[in-house]
């Protein structure tokens, strides 16, 4: 039993450290595949698939994704990127931390959580076919293009030590500040950082940044997948801002039964004044002429009419013009009964 439970022990630790080296894709949008280590064709990527070190992730057009890696580093892929995880080792019982991803083309964005000395036992590094980037906690955006041969960085929070490798050390040739830039080509050295224009920064910003979908995942064949954790299959970002990142989220229907049942349904139509007078032609009161027949008795009006007076003749007297009375009473003559005031009323 004792050697039963050693073993398990033993199988459990070598488990925990392999998935310490490890990932997760969290956001899987459009045509993205990966290949495992030493194996030479590419598979689908799915929510949740792991990805480790030495695996090669790659986007299609119009395709992005999300990785998650076990110490919550996340790596980022726009459209048409080609990306490996050279080395990957996180190894908390001897403080060894190493990250070297190796963009081959397109954009890769890094949002580093963890803390790195950037030494040759602790660094996190980005390399290009013409440049490295060291950091030590940051987010930035590493990317070449294979077409014009450039490279760039990109920095959004933090600082980035941008050089070449040399005896495998980093030899720093710029430090890229917050909202700065540097780009270069292969044997060149990199350019003096420069500020970059705020709406290009925002754009930037949202177009490499995803976050985990809060409803489903869909891949390039069109079939939903189970959402992983929680944005951006939107991703958002595409979160990929928002242009992918994040997906908006469609606004929550009201059931006809529920809130607003008793509300007015709205109109298209102008609102008119409640002050203003409706306007029909002929009539400044807004009413069609109505006859004297028409005239409603004292019973519609909701009050008894008084009792009769015993000797008292009516009178009749021609009514004043009256702007605001009714066409139908208009300069005629009109019965008028006068009652006297009784005492005590």
């Known amino acids: 039993m004792s050697s039963f439970l050693i073993l398990l022990g033993t199988m459990l630790i070598s488990t925990n450290l392999f998935a310490a080296d490890c990932g997760r894709f969290s956001v899987v949008k459009g045509d993205v595949t990966y290949k495992e280590k030493d194996k030479g064709d590419f598979s689908k990527a799915r929510i949740n698939k792991k990805i480790c070190q030495g695996d090669t992730v790659k986007t299609g057009s119009d395709s992005r994704t999300k990785i998650v890696m076990a110490d919550q580093n996340e790596i980022n892929l726009s459209p048409e990127t080609e990306m490996t995880l050279e080395v990957y080792a996180n190894k908390p019982e001897t403080g060894e931390k190493k990250v070297l991803l190796n963009v081959l083309y397109g954009k890769m964005r890094s949002n580093v959580k963890q803390k790195y000395q950037d030494d040759s036992e602790s660094h996190y590094r980005v390399k290009t076919k013409s440049a490295v980037a060291g950091v030590r906690g940051t987010e930035f955006l590493a990317s070449y293009d294979r077409a014009s041969g450039k490279s760039e960085v990109v920095t959004f929070k933090g600082e980035v030590a941008v050089g070449e490798i040399k005896g495998g050390q980093l030899v720093v040739q710029v430090t890229v500040k917050p909202g700065q830039f540097t780009s270069n080509r292969a044997g060149a050295r990199m350019s003096e950082p420069k500020q970059l224009p705020a709406r290009q920064l925002a754009q930037l910003n949202r177009e490499t940044q995803l976050s985990d979908p809060t409803s489903r995942d869909v891949s390039a064949d069109g079939a939903a997948g189970p959402v992983g954790d929680g944005e951006e299959g939107d991703d958002s970002p595409d979160a990929e801002p928002a242009s992918d990142v994040e997906s908006s989220e469609p606004a ?4 006809s039964g529920d809130l607003g049942a008793n509300e007015p349904s709205p109109s ?18 807004g009413l069609p002429p109505p006859t004297l027949d028409d005239m409603p008795s004292g019973g519609d009006l909701g009050f008894t009419e008084p009792p009769a007076i015993p000797n008292l003749n009516p009178v009749v007297v021609p009514l004043p013009e009256c702007l605001t009375c009714n066409d139908a009473i208009l300069n005629k003559n009109v019965k008028v009964i006068l009652v006297p005031r009784l005492p005590g009323n």
Do not use: L, Q, W
């Open 252 to 255: 929550a229907e009201k059931d």
């Open 268 to 285: 298209n139509e102008p609102k008119t004044d409640a002050r203003e007078p409706a306007s029909v032609s002929g009539d400044p009161m």
